[in-house]
């Protein structure tokens, strides 16, 4: 059973973005329920089945009192069961609404206030729909070896909610957000109660299993430390163990920590351990810059002292691992490869934004660059091009400038939709 709550900008889908209304959310959902055959769709929470869509986008829209603009106005939440739990179940929605149920009525008590005040279930304001389909992306191994297309249906019961919970209480006096302070709000120990409370409820398995599981991820970590001694350096067992029931023990975890064994095996630098179990976009970014700044540092022979790979990592964290970024990234790479070694300067040139200046004359602008870039008579284009740089086009030479932004689309770089 996976239960967790969508961080937004690591999604990587706009319609999760909660600092505004609900409407963009609630159309998608709508969309996708129409997707997959059904005419439209229904909402439910703790009192009420067969709620419109017009209902939740007006009460979770209006129940932002004190909330201010630059804030999350509500979180997304997404309940999973696996396959298995869904054949127990024999895929039954009265079930599955009675669990989502209880997974909100913990999630309100799993909230610890300053004056010990304790969120009850009708404290809440959220609503839950059910989906009974999932389709690949290209992010799904499956996709990546071959054996399936993005946008194809999932194979067997893919069942799943959708639940939208706005971020004040029903009384709008209280914020409950999950984010933040783990004191306030654990999602570790969330996450534990409602695998507990499913195989209580529904007698799918004895809840010792759960320790179980955390007992043998210790030993198996204390193997690790045991064959690689400095790992505590790198890796501490609480985190570990604290992601790992944040996700439920679940196959994807153990996949990824494999992936992190195999480079203890190899010997290779792990600079993002805890995001690589995480499991989401933005820390495949992460892992995906990592093993490209090793690449740089291996070809090349070079320190941690000289090219410090931690604070390159931050660097792009920060700069979201933008194309900027990487084009800074290469122009570095360049003046290693060309015997210049490692420039002193190159953490300033990874955080360097480059401005190119359009303040020329209006027969000369930007736009007709990018509208000359469409011709495709390259005399032409550099020829103009050159007649803009002789009156006082700022940036690269004219050759370099159209023959960058002809490429540009075309960055060897995966992009993690």
Avoid at 160 to 174: C, F, G, L, N, T
Avoid at 193 to 204: G, H, P, R, V
Wanted: glycine share 6%; hydrophobic share 30%; proline share 3%.
């Amino acid at each position: 059973m996976v239960t967790r709550i969508l961080k937004t900008k690591e999604s990587g889908n706009v319609v999760y973005d909660n600092k505004g209304s609900s409407e963009r959310l609630i159309n998608y959902l709508k969309h996708e329920a129409k997707e997959n055959g059904l005419s439209d769709i229904y909402f439910f929470n703790q009192a009420e089945i067969n709620i419109k869509p017009d209902d939740v986008l007006h009460k979770i829209d209006n129940n932002i009192r004190g909330v201010k603009a630059s804030e999350s106005k509500f979180f997304t939440l997404i309940i999973s069961p696996s396959q298995d739990e869904l054949i127990h179940l024999k895929n039954d929605e009265k079930k599955l609404i009675e669990y989502t149920q209880k997974v909100m009525e913990n999630y309100g008590n799993n909230f610890q206030l300053s004056n010990n005040k304790k969120i009850q279930k009708d404290d809440l304001v959220w609503f839950a729909t059910i989906h009974q389909e999932r389709k690949f992306s290209g992010t799904d191994e499956a996709v990546k070896e071959g054996s399936a297309r993005s946008g194809m249906q999932k194979p067997g019961l893919q069942t799943h909610i959708h639940v939208i919970v706005s971020r004040r209480d029903a009384e709008q006096k209280i914020t409950l957000s999950p984010e933040g302070n783990q004191k306030r709000f654990s999602k570790a120990d969330w996450t534990f109660t409602n695998i507990k409370d499913f195989n209580l409820m529904f007698e799918y398995s004895q809840p010792q299993n759960l320790e179980l599981e955390e007992k043998k991820l210790r030993v198996r970590l204390e193997q690790w430390a045991k064959n690689h001694p400095d790992i505590g350096k790198v890796i501490e067992t609480e985190k570990v163990v604290k992601i790992a029931k944040e996700r439920g023990f679940e196959g994807g975890f153990y996949r990824d920590l494999k992936k992190i064994e195999q480079k203890l095996e190899k010997g290779e630098l792990i600079l993002n351990p805890y995001h690589i179990l995480a499991g989401d976009k933005t820390n495949r970014k992460a892992e995906y810059l990592a093993e490209r700044v090793e690449n740089i540092r291996t070809k090349y022979n070079l320190s941690d002292k000289e090219f410090d790979a931690a604070q390159i990592g931050k660097i792009g964290k920060e700069k979201n691992y933008s194309d900027e970024f990487y084009k800074n990234l290469r122009s570095i790479e360049k003046e290693i490869k060309e015997g210049r070694g490692v420039p002193p300067n190159y953490v300033e040139k990874l955080q360097m934004s480059q401005a190119y200046s359009n303040s020329i004359k209006d027969k000369f602008s930007s736009e007709k660059i990018d509208n000359l870039l469409k011709d495709t008579n390259q005399e032409k284009i550099i020829s103009i091009s050159k007649e803009g740089f002789d009156i006082g086009y700022e940036g690269d030479s004219p050759e370099d400038y159209v023959r960058k932004k002809k490429r540009r689309n075309n960055i060897h770089r995966p992009s993690f939709n």
